[in-house]
Nanobody
Framework: QVQLVESGGGLVQAGGSLRLSCAVS????????MGWYRQAPGKQRELVAT???????NYADSAKGRFTISRDNAQNAVYLQMNSLKPEDTAVYYC????????????????WGQGTQVTVSS
């Protein structure tokens, strides 16, 4: 069993900052890509930022220049530093990890956290 637990969401004024954290635990063999997605009410879930196990990042256009993704492979953790937050960033943010577990599979499986609410007031 693999679990992802997010933390760091909350209420912040426009222009403020938040740092999201995600810790992965369980029967992990290895983790490939990790990242963050978000979903606003009535909207589809969208990519915010991802990072490969080697440290190559990928950002949504809306996140470039404001958000920074990082990860600690030794701790099986991924982070999202969000600066210059805007009201349109308001959403539930979900951590994602592509995991090869210890059950004998050689394929990755996508795991998701429970989500953490980010609300940016104007």
């Amino acid at each position: 069993q693999v679990q992802l637990v997010e933390s760091g969401g909350g209420l912040v004024q426009a222009g403020g900052s938040l740092r999201l954290s995600c810790a992965v635990s369980g029967r992990i063999f290895s983790i490939d890509d990790m990242g963050w997605y978000r979903q606003a009410p009535g909207k589809q879930r969208e990519l915010v930022a991802t990072m490969t196990s080697r440290g190559s990042p990928n950002y949504a256009d809306s996140a470039k220049g404001r958000f920074t993704i990082s990860r600690d492979n030794a701790q099986n953790a991924v982070y999202l530093q969000m600066n210059s937050l805007k009201p349109e960033d308001t959403a539930v943010y979900y951590c994602n990890a592509d995991v090869i577990d210890q059950g004998g599979s050689i394929r990755t499986r996508a795991y998701w956290g429970q989500g953490t609410q980010v609300t940016v007031s104007s």
